[in-house]
Structure formats: C-alpha cells, structure tokens
C-alpha cells in the first residue's frame, strides 16, 4: 500500500483544516487507517484510527470532538477533519495503514509522507 498525505497548511487557532491520505496498491479498502502526528522535539503520536469498513474510529484523548475521521472506500482515500485547532496541534501529521486493527500505537505496516500542520496563536 502505498500512501499519500495532503492538505495540511497554516491557519489561526480555531480555524479548520481537512487532510487527506490517498491510498494505491492492495486492496485499501480492506485496511486500518490512522493519522499520527509529530511535533518538533516530540515522538510521534497516535491521533485517530478507523476500521476498514469505516464502523468503528477510536481518538486519542487531546483530539476528541474536534476531529473528525472519515474514509471513502470507492476513492481509496481517508480524511481527517480538524476543526478548532489549537496552537498545539502544529505538528507533521502521517497517516498509515494496517491489516490489524491497532490503536494508540505506532505499530502499522504502511506509512505515508508527512503534510505540515501549523496552528498559530
């Protein structure tokens, strides 16, 4: 699976951004998504994931009920829509793909290259 991420950029603290991740290769559809971010100076964290069918999406604590994860299987693609950003959520977000269903860790098979994210105050 090869992953593609798009859509991060500036904007003002309450202010929304919706990243995309552009999946080709195997059969995406059948696949864990999740979005990941890194800050400057931080480890990599897990943000949100969602099951293949799209029925189930687990969120880390910092994210819930501003962001909003979604995926069109037909267009092989997952979303991510972050609405009243914060000055912390500047970070590198990734999104990645998985057979298994895993949450709150890093440990996904497939990875795509980062899109910036920066929040200013």
């Known amino acids: 699976v090869q992953l593609q991420a798009s859509g991060g950029g500036m904007v003002q603290a309450g202010g929304s951004l919706r990243l995309s991740c552009a999946a080709s290769g195997r059969t995406f559809s059948r696949y864990t998504a999740g979005w990941f971010r890194q800050a400057p100076g931080k480890e990599r964290e897990f943000v949100v994931a969602i099951t293949w069918s799209g029925s189930s999406r687990y969120y880390a604590d910092s994210v819930k009920g501003r962001f909003t994860i979604s995926r069109d299987n037909a267009k092989n693609t997952v979303y991510l829509q972050m609405n009243n950003l914060k000055p912390e959520d500047t970070a590198v977000y990734y999104c990645?793909?998985?057979?298994?269903?895993?949450?709150?860790?890093?440990?996904?098979?497939?990875w795509g290259q980062g899109t910036q994210v920066t929040v200013s105050s």
């Open positions: 990645a793909a998985n057979e298994r269903w895993v949450v709150g860790t890093d440990d996904y098979a497939y």
